[in-house]
T-cell receptor, first 114, second 109 residues
Framework: GAVVSQHPSRVICKSGTSVKIECRSL??????MFWYRQFPKQSLMLMATSNEGSKATYEQGVEKDKFLINHASLTLSTLTVTSAHPEDSSFYIC??????????FGQGTRLTVV | KNEVEQSPQNLTAQEGEFITINCSYSVGISALHWLQQHPGGGIVSLFM???GKKKHGRLIATINIQEKHSSLHITASHPRDSAVYICAVDFGNNNDMRFGAGTRLTVKP
């Protein structure tokens, strides 16, 4: 079956540094990839939608200069948290859509900024 | 009102009990996902379904499209089933998904 691989699963970084999270569709070409963030005791919330070869569409309140999304190919999207701060510590998860219909999830990345 | 409502929010059960977690949504969807998240851990996709019923081991997921309702059942629950269970609805057509708030399940030995 279709698999979406997200790396790393956990990362700890120092304040001020940048962290890149990869979301890769392993056996299908993803027309669209989504990035979500989970706040404590809340539902996962959409951060941005990325389509291959075009700029990501960010949800209201999400800083596009802080959360850089690159969808360079039909199988890879990356989320870079720039100049990370402790308040960026969270659980981030991607999902990839196949043929505009079926969607699959990555395993998620737990980011801790110290 | 959240587009996806899950119940209960918290559930404590004794080992061996039959568990049911419910998910209701307000608009038409193309598919519904059940996800499992262990404390401090990642997400595991349990089921993706658009109609009927699916079974995997001790887990059963059902969906009623007309009633806009899905249930996740766990038979013969075990402490290792303790986790947060999240339902996510997929609106299809390159739209994003919406998530329930999750059900925190604790199974006591």
């Amino acid at each position: 079956g279709a698999v979406v691989s997200q790396h790393p699963s956990r990362v700890i970084c120092k304040s001020g540094t940048s962290v890149k999270i990869e979301c890769r569709s392993l056996d299908f070409q993803a027309t669209t990839m989504f990035w979500y963030r989970q706040f404590p005791k809340q539902s996962l919330m959409l951060m941005a939608t990325s389509n291959e070869g075009s700029k990501a569409t960010y949800e209201q309140g999400v800083e596009k200069d802080k959360f850089l999304i690159n969808h360079a190919s039909l199988t890879l999207s990356t989320l870079t948290v720039t100049s990370a701060h402790p308040e960026d510590s969270s659980f981030y998860i991607c999902s990839a859509r196949y043929m505009g219909v079926m969607a699959f999830f990555g395993q998620g990345t737990r980011l801790t900024v110290v | 009102k959240n587009e996806v409502e899950q119940s209960p929010q918290n559930l404590t059960a004794q080992e061996g009990e039959f568990i049911t977690i419910n998910c209701s949504y307000s608009v038409g969807i193309s598919a519904l996902h059940w996800l499992q998240q262990h404390p401090g851990g990642g997400i595991v996709s349990l089921f993706m379904l658009s109609s009927g019923k699916k079974k995997h081991g001790r887990l059963i997921a059902t969906i009623n499209i007309q009633e806009k309702h899905s249930s996740l059942h766990i038979t013969a629950s075990h402490p290792r089933d303790s986790a947060v269970y999240i339902c996510a609805v997929d609106f299809g057509n390159n739209n994003d998904m919406r998530f329930g708030a999750g059900t925190r399940l604790t199974v006591k030995p």
